[in-house]
């Protein structure tokens, strides 16, 4: 049996506890820079709340803080939650920040509660991330917009040191597949490739998958009390 076959069948739990583990690993272990889909996507909306799940060490969430969001970052590792509450009170936006300690498999976000919800890479199985990206969408509300980004599956080809999950990616069309037929405009659904460097410090081209849908229509029973 092939490793990547291992993976498929036997796939990885990354659960609190994992993510705890590898965040005390370091002092840091993502760059503190936002996004870069975030950042090309959101610049030009109007500020107003937003909803961001898997905040990580808060560079997104404090990023929009920065530009008038007030902004919700859920996060399963307490590890990174009180590194990225830190993180925003050196960057004295803490006011505009609600951390919460919620596992995204589970937590059920307000219907229509966000003028912008974002998730970037929260990679699970298919079976957990399809009901992840309809309660994403159901938080939206009218007139607001939802951003998915996430690995494409095409960097399954490529020599990225990466878990061998077809199952875990998704392209754009999967996630604009479970929004709601005539309650949404699909204004970017796309791959797009940017350059990354991979552990060994070699440079190459990946892609991501890129959805931004603006809601034109409330929740059916919605209600945002």
Same mark, same amino acid.
């Not at 590898?22 to 109007?46: F, H, K, M």
């Not at 937003?50 to 803080?65: P, R, S, T, V």
């Not at 490739?193 to 929740?219: C, K, M, N």
């Given at each position: 049996? @092939?490793? *990547? ?11 609190? #506890?994992?993510?705890? /583990?590898?965040? &005390?690993?370091? $002092?840091?272990?993502? &760059? ?7 950042? $090309? ?7 107003? %709340? ?6 990580g060490e808060g560079a997104d969430a404090i990023w929009l803080a920065h530009r008038g969001w007030q902004v919700t970052a859920t996060?399963?590792?307490? !590890? ?10 050196? +960057?004295?936006?803490? $006011?505009?920040?609600?951390? @919460?300690?919620?596992?995204? %498999?589970?937590? !059920? ?7 912008? !919800?974002? #998730?970037h890479f929260m990679h699970l199985p298919s079976v957990q991330r399809i009901p992840l990206h309809e309660r994403l969408a159901a /938080? ?13 599956? &095409? ?15 998704? %392209? ?20 797009? +490739?940017?350059? /990354? ?5 070699? *440079?190459?081209?990946?892609? $991501? +998958? !890129?959805? @931004? ?11 945002? *009390?």
């Amino acid at each position: 049996m @092939r490793a *990547s076959d291992f993976e498929e069948n036997h796939p990885p739990v990354f659960d609190a #506890a994992f993510w705890d /583990a590898r965040y &005390s690993e370091a $002092d840091a272990i993502w &760059s503190g820079n936002p996004n870069p889909q975030l950042v $090309d996507e959101v610049s030009d909306l109007t500020p107003g %709340t937003a909803l961001e799940i898997g905040c990580g060490e808060g560079a997104d969430a404090i990023w929009l803080a920065h530009r008038g969001w007030q902004v919700t970052a859920t996060e399963l590792s307490e !590890v990174a939650l009180g590194r990225a509450a830190a993180h925003a009170e050196a +960057a004295d936006v803490a $006011d505009r920040i609600t951390f @919460r300690l919620a596992d995204a %498999t589970e937590w !059920v976000p307000p219907a229509g509660a966000f003028d912008l !919800v974002t #998730a970037h890479f929260m990679h699970l199985p298919s079976v957990q991330r399809i009901p992840l990206h309809e309660r994403l969408a159901a /938080a939206v509300a009218p007139g607001g917009t939802l951003l998915v980004v996430g690995h494409h599956p &095409s960097d399954l080809d490529t020599d990225m040191d990466r878990m061998r999950l077809p199952d875990w990616l998704f %392209t754009a069309s999967d996630v604009a597949a479970v929004l709601e037929p005539g309650a949404w405009t699909v204004l970017v659904e796309e791959e797009r +490739a940017r350059t /990354a460097v991979d552990p060994e410090g070699r *440079s190459l081209t990946i892609h $991501d +998958a !890129v959805l @931004r849908a603006r809601r034109t229509a409330a929740v059916v029973g919605q209600n945002r *009390s």
